[in-house]
């Protein structure tokens, strides 16, 4: 009785090829049963006509902000989960930086019973690197990682100590759990609230130069390199910083690392009359930044797209100047259909290029199975319709927050359908 | 001339056109100060609020003065002092304007942007008497009158100011850059390597020290205060130090009026730091006058902004 899905003549993306590949696609009992050019109709199966549209594999974020608990006036694990099936993301992992933070194998747990019972897709969690970020003791990371930890972060902070970094390094590698980093150089952020350059001169907003990013950057590379632990480098914002790892790769260091859609997007210039939905940290940088991130994606530097998703509250980023309003915006809503408006259908890179970063290795990264339109596969799918458009209006939206530079905008392309395991949770009305 | 703004924050918004006009406004106001009335029925009836949110003694009378002259009703909202600072928005702090219905609010604050986002929320007209390092328009405007005045023109082109001092935390140098460059001017900036920003606004000469900004020929040096530290930073490792090299010493001086060049500084001078004592004797040195056309050039704003305010239904 488990409900039997036909896609048919649908445009297949995988990371195989640069072209879309029409298929017909059955999906049964959670699972791809199979793939095929003309598929024969079964018994009981939903028929979903898929002409011209892009069937590709659920999505996975590995950074999102999703505030619970203790800061669920900006987002919840609910809300924040429907916001990722919204813009058609099947798999997230949650950073640690809530209020408590997750700093404990009791409050991973906990994170993980509401999300069984609060999200229709997997949630995961981070566990902190330090106890209340504060960068001074260690965290029980053993028992962070046997409650379901599956990453360990700082996030929104830097561990600046080096030797404390050094030895939670040591002593995560024997668990293979991987280090994310947050790179920034405290002293040298200082009160910044955007990038150090021409724009925060004219705006007169104390800026944060490159150099905080990238000197992190470089001494938690080195780190790793001497310790052999898996570093991953979230949110990368410079050419520079770029560099640094892509060297590092070369030389064979276990480093891994990230970019966000909207540091491929914006830079300082987007910043018109301190518009807070322009302010993140690390912040937007150079126009230069995009086009050098956009070719070291598509060379194969970064190895996920990841949003960060920062949801805060409408006073919070819209009642309070600049200087005073929280970094960071929600992203998993607009990802796809961004990804797609400024690079896919441009031709700047192909959809095999989002699926490989955006799908496959951020699951990789993490040793989970590979989730694919391939038989076999967990059913996570995702329709998209390149013809159509989204609007990204309060009532579009899922997540509790609007933080975003698209909010009230379009973009070309819309997410039509959404499963995990084989279950429809999203299915938007053609119209 | 375009129709009247609603708002005055930042000179960047103003067209050249703009500014010759507020230049222009701003003369009748002078020649008004000579006779023993000083008031024109103007604003009369209207509202005029100022928000303070950092002390100021200066500019904050400058603007009470100027309101009065027009015939405004002026009232200050002691902010920085009040319960007000802690924990109500500034939001906040407007709707409650907005209810006492002022016509006029200025602002001051610590925040570059709180202007901005204040105007975008009210229908009064809202100055910005200077916020953070961002931007000081009725400085620029005064600095400009003055300028206008020695100059006999609103046509700078041709003239040199050299900018010395704290450039990368100073309001004032930014909005007084801002309007010399629209009025025609070259602006060249000399001040410690940390207090200089890279980058810079296009067209802004840097220079490295006093010599070689005197080969420059400016017309006018001004000087910007120095705040000696910063949230706990050093920027210059001594007063007497900064004195020495960036200061307008008594053996500049001299240089200076060999040369006939005007000396021109925001106020309060540290006397010592900034400048030598003499130079606040020396004939062209331009900061009374710089005072006494504040109250003109914020005269020529009020009258000629237009607030928004919706009639209120019975």
Same mark, same amino acid.
């Given at each position: 009785?488990?409900?039997?899905?036909?896609?048919? +003549?649908?445009?297949?993306?995988?990371?195989?090829?640069?072209?879309?590949?029409?298929? #017909?696609?059955?999906?049964?009992?959670?699972?791809?049963?199979?793939?095929?050019?003309?598929?024969?109709?079964?018994?009981?199966?939903?028929?979903?006509?898929?002409?011209?549209?892009?069937?590709?594999?659920?999505?996975?974020?590995?950074?999102?902000?999703?505030? /619970?608990?203790?800061?669920?006036?900006?987002?919840?694990?609910?809300?924040?989960?429907?916001?990722?099936?919204?813009?058609? *993301?099947?798999?997230?992992?949650?950073?640690?930086?809530?209020?408590?933070?997750?700093?404990?194998?009791?409050?991973?747990?906990?994170?993980?019973?509401?999300?069984?019972?609060?999200?229709?897709?997997?949630?995961?969690?981070?566990?902190?690197?330090?106890?209340?970020?504060?960068?001074?003791?260690? @965290?029980?990371?053993?028992?962070?990682?046997?409650?379901?930890?599956?990453?360990?972060?700082?996030?929104?902070?830097?561990?600046?100590?080096? !030797?404390?970094?050094?030895?939670?390094?040591?002593?995560?590698?024997?668990?293979?759990?991987?280090?994310?980093?947050?790179?920034?150089?405290? /002293?040298?952020?200082?009160?910044?609230?955007?990038?150090?350059?021409?724009?925060?001169? !004219?705006?007169?907003?104390?800026?944060?130069?490159?150099?905080?990013?990238?000197?992190?950057?470089?001494?938690?590379? !080195?780190?790793?390199?001497?310790?052999?632990?898996?570093?991953?480098?979230?949110?990368?914002?410079?050419?520079?910083?770029?560099?640094? =790892?892509?060297?590092?790769?070369?030389?064979?260091?276990?480093?891994?690392?990230?970019?966000?859609?909207?540091?491929? =997007?914006?830079?300082?210039?987007? =910043?018109? #009359?301190?518009?807070?939905?322009?302010?993140?940290?690390?912040?937007?940088?150079?126009?230069?930044?995009?086009?050098?991130?956009?070719?070291?994606?598509?060379?194969?530097?970064?190895? *996920?797209?990841? @949003?960060?998703?920062?949801?805060?509250?409408?006073? /919070?980023?819209?009642?309070?100047?600049?200087?005073?309003?929280?970094?960071?915006?929600?992203?998993?809503?607009?990802?796809?259909?961004?990804?797609?408006?400024?690079? =896919?259908?441009?031709?700047?890179?192909?959809?095999?290029?989002?699926?490989?970063?955006?799908?496959?290795?951020?699951?990789?990264?993490?040793?989970?199975?590979?989730?694919?339109?391939?038989?076999? +596969?967990?059913?996570?799918? *995702?329709?998209?319709?390149?013809?159509?458009?989204?609007?990204? +209006?309060?009532?579009?939206?899922?997540?509790?927050?609007?933080?975003?530079?698209?909010?009230? !905008?379009?973009?070309?392309? +819309?997410?039509?359908?959404?499963?995990?395991?084989? #279950?429809?949770?999203?299915?938007?009305?053609?119209? | 001339?375009?129709?009247?703004?609603?708002?005055?924050?930042?000179?960047?918004?103003?067209?050249?056109?703009?500014?010759?006009?507020?230049?222009?406004?701003?003369?009748?106001?002078?020649?008004?100060?000579?006779?023993?009335?000083?008031?024109?029925?103007?604003?009369?009836?209207?509202?005029?609020?100022?928000?303070?949110?950092?002390?100021?003694?200066?500019?904050?009378?400058?603007?009470?003065?100027? %309101?009065?002259?027009?015939?405004?009703?002026?009232?200050?909202?002691?902010?920085?002092?009040?319960?007000?600072?802690?924990?109500?928005?500034?939001?906040?702090?407007?709707?409650?304007?907005?209810?006492?219905?002022?016509?006029?609010?200025?602002?001051?604050?610590?925040?570059?942007?709180?202007?901005?986002?204040?105007?975008?929320?009210?229908?009064?007209?809202?100055?910005? %008497?200077?916020?953070? $390092?961002?931007?000081?328009?009725?400085? %620029?405007?005064?600095?400009?009158?003055?300028?206008?005045?020695? $100059?006999?023109?609103?046509?700078?082109?041709?003239?040199?100011?050299?900018?010395?001092?704290?450039?990368?935390?100073?309001?004032?140098?930014?909005?007084?850059?801002?309007?010399?460059?629209?009025?025609?001017?070259?602006?060249?900036?000399?001040?410690?390597?940390?207090?200089?920003?890279?980058?810079?606004?296009?067209?802004?000469?840097?220079?490295?020290?006093?010599?070689?900004? $005197?080969?420059?020929?400016?017309?006018?040096?001004?000087?910007?205060?120095?705040?000696?530290?910063?949230?706990?930073?050093?920027?210059?490792?001594?007063?007497?130090?900064?004195?020495?090299?960036?200061?307008?010493?008594?053996?500049?001086?001299?240089?200076?009026?060999?040369?006939?060049?005007?000396?021109?500084?925001?106020?309060?001078?540290?006397?010592?730091?900034?400048?030598?004592?003499?130079?606040?004797?020396?004939?062209?040195?331009?900061?009374?006058?710089?005072?006494?056309?504040?109250?003109?050039?914020?005269?020529?704003?009020?009258?000629?902004?237009?607030?928004?305010?919706?009639?209120?239904?019975?």
């Amino acid at each position: 009785m488990s409900n039997m899905i036909l896609f048919k +003549s649908a445009s297949v993306a995988s990371t195989r090829s640069k072209e879309l590949e029409v298929c #017909d696609v059955l999906v049964k009992e959670g699972r791809v049963e199979s793939v095929a050019v003309n598929l024969e109709k079964k018994d009981g199966a939903k028929v979903i006509h898929a002409e011209g549209k892009v069937l590709l594999p659920g999505l996975f974020d590995l950074h999102v902000h999703f505030r /619970e608990p203790g800061q669920t006036s900006k987002e919840n694990i609910f809300t924040g989960s429907e916001a990722a099936i919204n813009g058609g *993301v099947t798999g997230v992992v949650a950073m640690p930086n809530t209020a408590p933070a997750i700093d404990s194998g009791g409050l991973v747990r906990s994170v993980m019973d509401i999300a069984k019972r609060n999200a229709r897709i997997p949630v995961y969690t981070t566990g902190c690197i330090t106890k209340e970020r504060k960068g001074i003791e260690m @965290t029980p990371i053993a028992g962070m990682k046997s409650a379901g930890a599956v990453m360990l972060t700082d996030d929104g902070s830097p561990v600046s100590n080096p !030797q404390l970094l050094r030895r939670a390094m040591e002593y995560a590698r024997e668990f293979d759990l991987p280090l994310a980093s947050h790179c920034e150089t405290m /002293e040298l952020s200082g009160q910044g609230a955007m990038n150090e350059g021409r724009v925060s001169y !004219q705006m007169g907003i104390p800026g944060i130069p490159a150099i905080s990013e990238e000197i992190c950057i470089a001494r938690d590379i !080195q780190i790793a390199e001497y310790t052999g632990a898996h570093l991953h480098i979230q949110h990368v914002t410079t050419a520079r910083g770029m560099e640094i =790892i892509r060297r590092a790769k070369n030389d064979g260091v276990h480093v891994t690392c990230e970019v966000a859609p909207h540091h491929l =997007i914006f830079n300082e210039e987007h =910043i018109i #009359d301190y518009d807070t939905h322009f302010k993140m940290n690390p912040p937007l940088r150079t126009r230069e930044d995009n086009e050098r991130l956009v070719a070291g994606l598509i060379e194969g530097v970064f190895d *996920v797209i990841a @949003t960060d998703h920062a949801p805060h509250t409408d006073f /919070e980023k819209r009642q309070q100047d600049f200087a005073s309003a929280p970094f960071g915006i929600t992203g998993l809503e607009t990802a796809l259909p961004s990804l797609f408006h400024y690079f =896919i259908k441009p031709g700047i890179f192909g959809w095999d290029l989002l699926v490989e970063r955006y799908a496959s290795q951020p699951r990789s990264i993490l040793k989970f199975d590979e989730v694919a339109v391939a038989e076999g +596969s967990v059913a996570d799918l *995702v329709l998209f319709d390149p013809a159509g458009a989204t609007t990204f +209006s309060r009532e579009f939206m899922r997540s509790k927050a609007s933080n975003t530079p698209f909010l009230d !905008q379009t973009l070309d392309g +819309s997410v039509d359908m959404v499963l995990s395991h084989g #279950d429809i949770l999203l299915e938007r009305d053609a119209d | 001339m375009s129709e009247p703004r609603k708002d005055l924050l930042q000179i960047a918004d103003l067209t050249s056109e703009e500014v010759e006009h507020l230049l222009s406004a701003a003369q009748p106001f002078k020649e008004l100060f000579r006779r023993s009335v000083k008031k024109v029925p103007t604003l009369q009836g209207k509202t005029v609020l100022s928000l303070f949110y950092e002390p100021s003694t200066r500019t904050s009378s400058s603007f009470e003065v100027a %309101a009065k002259r027009l015939s405004a009703d002026v009232t200050n909202l002691a902010v920085a002092t009040s319960s007000v600072v802690k924990g109500e928005s500034v939001l906040d702090t407007v709707d409650t304007l907005q209810a006492m219905r002022a016509d006029y609010i200025i602002i001051r604050h610590k925040q570059a942007g709180i202007p901005n986002l204040v105007a975008r929320h009210t229908g009064a007209a809202v100055i910005n %008497a200077g916020d953070g $390092f961002h931007a000081h328009p009725t400085q %620029a405007l005064l600095d400009a009158s003055t300028l206008y005045d020695v $100059f006999g023109s609103a046509n700078f082109s041709g003239k040199k100011v050299l900018i010395v001092g704290d450039i990368l935390h100073s309001r004032v140098a930014r909005s007084t850059s801002c309007i010399l460059t629209k009025l025609g001017a070259e602006v060249g900036v000399l001040g410690p390597g940390t207090l200089v920003p890279e980058h810079r606004p296009e067209g802004m000469r840097k220079f490295s020290e006093f010599d070689e900004a $005197f080969s420059w020929k400016p017309d006018v040096i001004y000087l910007l205060r120095v705040q000696f530290e910063r949230q706990g930073e050093q920027f210059f490792p001594s007063a007497g130090e900064y004195h020495s090299v960036y200061g307008l010493t008594e053996g500049r001086l001299d240089r200076v009026r060999d040369e006939g060049i005007w000396v021109m500084h925001p106020g309060p001078v540290n006397r010592g730091v900034e400048l030598a004592d003499s130079v606040m004797g020396y004939e062209r040195c331009l900061i009374n006058r710089q005072v006494e056309n504040g109250i003109a050039a914020r005269m020529a704003v009020l009258y000629w902004l237009k607030p928004q305010l919706e009639p209120l239904n019975e």
